[in-house]
């Protein structure tokens, strides 16, 4: 495993009268991100917050190149992000205690924050597909060429990993600073993860680190 120290390239907000931050997700445009009772779109570039869905956003959050996927509460949301309806709704698979959630490869992927789990289920039905087993609990949760990322949140402190789809074994780790807590992991696709900050009221962009490929 490689571990080395998370490098944040930039801080967002907090914004005005957005208290917490949960889940994120990027549509290649702005950076979704849910706070209780909306969700926020923010300019990753002017750093601004411009139109805001009015629906329930209690956790993570997903973007399939078209829809909005939203956990809320017990159940994850299908969302169109240019009218904001909710267009259908699936079980989500911890009951009420998920936290992250990514679309890859066809399908919805959720953390579960205590069990320390990340499911990969149907975005139809929400049948549990695969399971992957961790030793943290889990926040937010992306892919990334082919790279399955996560966030931990525990003991106060919170980390970036990369992780063996199969097996849940832990292949690389960035160190969040003290005090600096994940509560959402999304991928721009190339060389940023976005983090939401929790209670912070914040938005970090942290530099992914390159690999060589053999």
Known sequence: MTKSSAQIIREYG???????????????????????????ALDP???????????PAHAGTAFDGRHLFQIAEDKIQKIDPDSGR?????????????????????????AQYRERKIRQIDPETGKVLRTIDSNRFVTGVTWVDNELWHATWEDDQSELRRIDPKTGAVLDSLDMPPDTFVSGLESDGGDRFFCGGGPSGKVRAVRRPKRNKS
Not at 26 to 37: E, I, L, S
Not at 47 to 55: F, K, L, M, Q, Y
Not at 88 to 105: H, R
């Open 14 to 40: 907090p914004f005005p009268g957005l208290e917490k931050v949960h889940g994120l997700t990027y549509d290649g445009r702005h950076v979704w991100f849910a706070t209780g009772d909306k969700l926020n």
């Open 45 to 55: 570039d002017t750093g601004t917050v411009g139109r805001a869905i009015d629906v």
């Open 86 to 110: 909710v267009l259908s709704t699936i079980p989500a698979p911890g009951n009420g205690g998920d936290s992250g959630l990514a679309w890859a490869e066809g399908t919805l992927w959720v």
